[in-house]
């Protein structure tokens, strides 16, 4: 390839169908089993990808039964979604366990998105590239499409996602990026994670009897209440091993855009979702830190994950819906009858300095991210060719939902 030629192209990972997109910096690979985004990596970075895989074999999730599977990943309801769960994910629908009659009727944790298969062309061109999905959702009356592309010499991902309403009737949703993390990138001697968060909220369920946090409590991002009385640094991952939280904080309302950043200073190197607030206002933080014992975990996954999305909490959508606005921001998506929303967002990696300090913010202009630090200098600046122009798309300028 040369070094101005983007690639899109078809392909395998692990046995599983995919799409890769490559230029002369990155790579990127995107399932269409289930639709996860679950590598990315620089080509000379030793291949670092800071996404989740989990230790237990994955498929697509097509291909789980019930009677065969169920040992092995969980009941069908949730462990359809975890044959194949890795990296980023998209909860579409619900955000969370669907409601006892919604199981018997077939739904998934998280929704259908997530299980089904994603239709994808790939495209290739001297100056980008580009992968794109569509994915009918017969359950929900929903459509979703998703186009992916990259730019040569640039380590700055573009994505632009569409929700269409298929029904006579307006529809409100749970629309989350289900961003996971994991070692070596997300570890607790060297990684930091920031946001520009507010106000946030703990899970009013817990974590099965092994929370890190305090349950149904109101905290200042980014220390929450701990269990044990102590003060918890959000920032910090996997602080207490045999523990785990769910915990959603509010995106700053006075921002235009939202960001979730993991750094690595052992590693030099930042990874990280640029959004506008407007579409999505909240992060969910959930951590699992070796504390399930069950198929599939077995004690020994660390994961920690930066969903950033409509709804502050996974607690499905008839919980969501019963519980309103939280701090007066909203928690559902309106999706008009026969209508569309759409939103754009980045993925980007950076080359940290040697030594450098976390990256406490991250500015937009013209042409390139700035990564800062706390002193407001940049530590890293990534090219990004008219990248407001795109996060200005899709009607990301309009209020919130």
Known sequence: MTASRVEGRPGRWRRRPACMLVNDVVELTHLTGGGQILDFHFHDAAEMNPFWIPHWKLRDPMRFRPGRDEAIYGPRATGRVLSAIAGHSLCLGIFGMPSEQEILAGSVLHGEAGVQRWNAEATSGAESGELRFTLPLPASGLEFSRTVSLRAGESVIRISETVRNRLDVDQFLQWQQHVALAPPFASGEACVLT??????????????????????????????PGAGGEAIDLRVPFQKPGAGFVAGVQVDPGRERGFVCAANAARNLAFGYVFPRSRFPWVTLWEENRSRASAPWEGREQVRALEFGVSALPLGRAETIRRGDIFGTPTMALVPARGEVGATYLVFLARLPAEAPCVADIECGENELRLLALTGNAISVLPASRVQEFLGRKGDERSEF
């Open 195 to 224: 946001l520009p968060g507010q106000r946030g909220l703990t899970d009013p369920g817990g974590y099965e009897g092994h929370e890190l946090l305090v349950r149904a409590a109101e905290f200042d991002w980014p220390l929450a």
